[in-house]
């Protein structure tokens, strides 16, 4: 098979986390190539990149229960050599086609062999071939700490896919993976190398970020777990992102049958993780109910705000970054400028912060200003009885 028609094929199997996916029509050195599919991924600052999204190999030993790689399920499989994928992929990006690449892998002779064949392409890309663009390396279950170090020096950004909430829940979607030694081990390694090694050998002079992935559904687990785990993650392992991918079940597998996850739940999840990593949210502050689950009919801000902030209204003019943060409609960029114009002048009404182009509805029944509540609708918002609080959270205005 040609090596364009493998990439190409391997790509359209792959599995996306990715925001959109366009397919993409390429000549190369005169050749029509097949339509290659490739992924928009969101990156950091909200920036859109194009990422062509393969796989050494589309076998696999191994038999997570929502996989369509599941070692013994019927399909072609592919397998790329290490230079063969390098050179290929430098095609496709030298073609203008793709901005980045997210190399993944089936896992074939154990996690430390296959690690190796992907770091071996990394090299050859980076160290035999210049490549200078993004590059998402995944980091097998297994994998051994020098490995690590070795895929933070060469890659962008690398993944350790968690799978399962806690150890406690991986048994139901991946079998034969370990939540602790296999999967856990390389994100403490991560963050460890991160804080106590230079990162001397790397690309770029800097570590790769590193982020992890959840299944949401099949396994049981309630937002609370998942939640506490993303927290312990960004807190304690420095993770740059936690992902949610709401279960989506796949022919011939053991989950076939298993429903697909509502992906408001997802959404969810993603609103409350960017409220742990970016606005100073903790744990205690997610609107749970009784068995650990968000509300699905209304985001995780508004629902602590009403709980929380509409019998005492934070006064913008002496508000804390904190507690503007906390507000719904006020996010992060919105905080700074509101603290700077405070240097400025007061804030005599939400008109001085319309002309600063924030967006001032969602605020009006959480806010003071100069002592006022600026006039919302009632009718708009549930307004239910207050909660007795304590601690850092209970906001006086
Ligand atoms: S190890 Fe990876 S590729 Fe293999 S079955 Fe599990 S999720 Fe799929």
């Known amino acids: 098979m040609d090596k364009f ?35 928009e991924v969101a990156m ?15 076998a696999c030993e191994r038999n997570c229960n929502y996989c369509v790689f599941r070692a013994g399920r019927k ?21 203008g086609a793709v901005e980045g690449l997210f190399l993944s892998s089936g896992i074939i002779k154990g996690g430390v062999r296959t690690q190796d064949r992907l770091l071996d392409t990394a090299d050859i890309l980076r160290n035999k071939l210049g490549y200078r663009g993004y590059l998402h ?25 968690l799978e399962a909430a806690n150890p406690g829940r991986l048994p139901s979607l991946a079998p034969m993976k370990q939540f602790t030694e296999e999967l856990l081990a390389p994100l403490k390694w991560s963050q460890e190398i991160r804080k106590t090694e230079e990162p001397r050998g ?8 590193t982020i992890t992935q959840f299944v949401v559904g099949p396994s049981g687990e309630s937002d609370l777990e998942l939640l506490s785990t993303s927290e312990y993650l960004y807190k304690q392992l420095g993770l740059s992102r936690t992902y949610y991918s709401g279960f989506v079940p796949i022919a011939d597998t053991p989950l076939e049958g298993h429903a697909p996850e509502d992906p408001i739940r997802e959404h969810r999840l993603y609103q409350s993780s960017f409220l742990l990593r970016d606005y100073g949210f903790g744990l205690e502050d997610m609107p749970f109910d ?11 801000k508004t ?7 509409l019998h005492t209204p934070i006064e913008l003019n002496t508000a804390s970054r904190e507690q503007l943060l906390m507000v719904p409609g006020i996010g992060v960029q919105g905080a700074m400028t509101i603290l700077k114009a405070r240097r400025r002048h007061r804030i005599a009404s939400l008109d001085d912060l319309r ?23 009632l009718g708009l918002f549930d307004l239910p009885p207050p909660r007795s609080r304590t601690g850092p959270r209970a906001f006086q205005g």
Not at 87 to 92: G, R, S
Not at 355 to 372: D, E
């Open 303 to 309: 629902a602590w705000a009403e709980q929380n902030l």
């Open 137 to 161: 390396l995944k980091v097998m279950p297994g994998s051994e700490r020098d490995q690590v170090r070795r895929a933070m020096q060469l890659g962008s950004r690398i993944s350790v896919n």
């Open 75 to 95: 399909m072609h499989r592919q397998t790329f050599k290490p230079e063969e994928l390098a050179k290929t992929f430098l095609a496709v990006y030298e073609a």
């Open 290 to 300: 009784q068995s650990g689950k968000l509300p699905l009919n209304k985001d995780p």
């Open 44 to 58: 950091p600052g909200g920036k859109k990149m194009k990422v062509l999204k393969t796989m050494l190999t589309s």
């Open 202 to 209: 790397s690309w770029n002079g800097r570590w790769a970020s």
């Open 355 to 377: 002309q600063l182009g924030i967006v001032t509805t969602r605020m009006k029944p959480y806010v003071l200003v100069n002592g006022r509540q600026p006039n919302f609708q």
């Open 5 to 39: 028609d493998k990439l190409a094929s391997l790509s359209s199997d792959m599995e996306t986390e990715a925001d959109g996916e366009q397919e993409c029509h390429l000549v190369i050195g005169g050749q029509q190539l097949p339509q290659i599919p490739i992924a």
